[in-house]
Every structure is written in C-alpha cells, then in structure tokens.
C-alpha cells in the first residue's frame, strides 16, 4: 500500500528544496501519478537548532510540534526531516505521535557500513551536531568507525554553513574553509566524508567538489521513497 509522506522542513528553507527535488528525481515514475504524495511543512520559524544545543537558546520543539500537527491533519504516514542537528530533538518529538519519523543519522550510518566496509568516515555538521553527538552514536552502533573536526575546523565549518549556504553567499566564499577541513581530516586518517548538515551536499554541489561522501540528504531521500512503497530509479 502506497503511503503520503511528511516533510518536517524550513531548517532550512534551501535544504527543504533539496531533499524534495532528490525525492522527485530518485524516484522511479513514468508519470506525474507515479510519484509520492508529499506534504511540506517549511517552517523558517523553527528556532536554531545549535544555538539551543549548545547555548541555552529558544527551544525549537513547540514550533516542530506545530510543524507535526499540521502534518498529521494532512494525513502524512511517514515523516521526515531534513535536518541533521533536529534529530537531537527527535525522541521528544516521536513522543508526541504515532507518526514514524524516519531517522536520517541511523540511516546514513547504515550507508557508511554498506558503501564503505571498514573505512573511516570524517563528520562533517554543525557544532550542535557534533555537541549532541548525533552521528557518534549512530556510527558506532553501526560499527563505522570515524573522525571529527578539530574545535577550529568546527568554526571553519560552522562559517560554510551559515555565512556560507543559509546566508547565500558566493561559493567561493567557502570554498578555502571547506577544502582545507575535508584536507587536514584526510591527513588524519578519514577515507571518505558524511555531509552531515544539509547544507553542506549543496555547498559541495555548488563548488563542483570531487571527493568520496555520503550525503545524508539523499540517503534519507532513498529510504522514504522506499518506506512509502515506490521504487529508486536505478
């Protein structure tokens, strides 16, 4: 039986976009009625999902908890969220309904595993990400082993996600802070790299990087279109 998917967004608004565009694309339809009934919720209201982490800022669960409701009157059967750094908030958030959330850290762990057997992956997030430890915890119980950034690449990366991709800036602006992160985690031993920050797929996109990764964002993508009853397009 085919079902609705929820997309719990606007965190932010451009990493929305692009998990519902590698839906779209990923999915394997021949027509307008071969693909899933999505419903988005792209709440930029949500508060920042760092700043509570680590500074004691605005709680971010009433306004997911408003992006759920709405969700839930829709009809979704499944939901998702394209936000690495929320997923701290998810348990609190599960609590709340009988939706199933789709886990996207657990997931793109099960990825590491699959696509690189006893490689080391480098994270690269949030320094909410990385505080809570959302992508430790869910590597580990894969069995991934992995690296994380320095406190200076933290604030290298915390520039490419926020005076970089959220602020729109110019590529080139980040492009040195990106390079020279992902360069210094290779000389320590990381093999490939997790994007785990949505916005980070798009910075590497948009700066045509080649190196090996694992995007979360189409990782997540991959797995809804599947839960949901549909097929990825080979």
Same mark, same amino acid.
Request: aromatic content about 6%; some cysteine.
């Given at each position: 039986?085919?079902?609705? $998917?929820?997309?719990?967004?606007? !965190?932010?608004?451009?990493?929305t976009v692009d998990l519902f565009e590698? #839906?779209?694309?990923?999915?394997?339809? /021949?027509?307008?009625?071969?693909?899933?009934?999505?419903?988005?919720?792209?709440?930029?209201? #949500?508060?920042?999902?760092?700043?509570?982490?680590?500074?004691?800022?605005?709680?971010?669960?009433?306004?997911?908890?408003?992006?759920?409701?709405?969700? &839930?009157?829709?009809?979704?059967?499944?939901?998702?969220?394209?936000?690495?750094?929320?997923?701290?908030?998810?348990?609190?958030?599960?609590?709340?309904?009988?939706?199933?959330?789709?886990? !996207?850290?657990?997931?793109?762990?099960?990825?590491?595993?699959?696509?690189?057997? /006893?490689?080391?992956?480098?994270?690269?997030?949030?320094? /909410?990400? $990385?505080?809570?430890?959302?992508?430790?915890?869910?590597?580990?119980?894969?069995?991934?082993?992995? $690296?994380?950034?320095?406190? &200076? &690449?933290?604030?290298?990366? !915390? *520039?490419?996600?926020?005076?970089?991709?959220?602020?729109?800036?110019?590529?080139?602006?980040?492009?040195?802070? $990106?390079?020279?992160? !992902?360069?210094?985690?290779?000389?320590?031993?990381?093999?490939?790299?997790?994007?785990?920050?949505?916005?980070?797929?798009?910075?590497?996109?948009?700066?045509?990087?080649?190196?090996?990764?694992?995007?979360?964002?189409?990782?997540?993508? *991959?797995?809804? #279109?599947?839960?949901?009853?549909?097929?990825?397009?080979?």
């Amino acid at each position: 039986m085919k079902k609705a $998917l929820g997309i719990l967004g606007g !965190m932010g608004p451009l990493a929305t976009v692009d998990l519902f565009e590698k #839906i779209v694309t990923m999915t394997d339809a /021949g027509c307008d009625n071969d693909h899933i009934r999505i419903y988005i919720d792209c709440n930029s209201s #949500i508060p920042d999902r760092t700043a509570a982490i680590l500074n004691g800022g605005a709680d971010p669960l009433p306004q997911m908890t408003d992006s759920l409701r709405k969700l &839930e009157a829709c009809g979704a059967d499944v939901i998702i969220m394209p936000c690495n750094t929320a997923h701290h908030f998810l348990p609190r958030l599960q609590a709340l309904t009988s939706i199933p959330f789709l886990s !996207m850290p657990e997931i793109t762990a099960a990825a590491c595993a699959r696509r690189f057997p /006893g490689k080391t992956a480098a994270i690269l997030a949030t320094q /909410g990400t $990385l505080a809570a430890e959302i992508y430790d915890k869910a590597l580990a119980a894969a069995g991934v082993p992995f $690296l994380t950034p320095t406190e &200076e &690449e933290r604030q290298a990366l !915390m *520039r490419v996600i926020y005076q970089g991709v959220k602020a729109d800036a110019a590529p080139e602006t980040y492009r040195s802070d $990106l390079i020279q992160v !992902m360069k210094q985690l290779r000389s320590r031993g990381a093999d490939y790299f997790i994007l785990g920050c949505t916005e980070l797929p798009l910075a590497v996109s948009l700066l045509r990087l080649e190196a090996p990764v694992i995007d979360p964002t189409r990782e997540l993508a *991959r797995a809804a #279109i599947t839960y949901c009853g549909y097929q990825v397009k080979a």
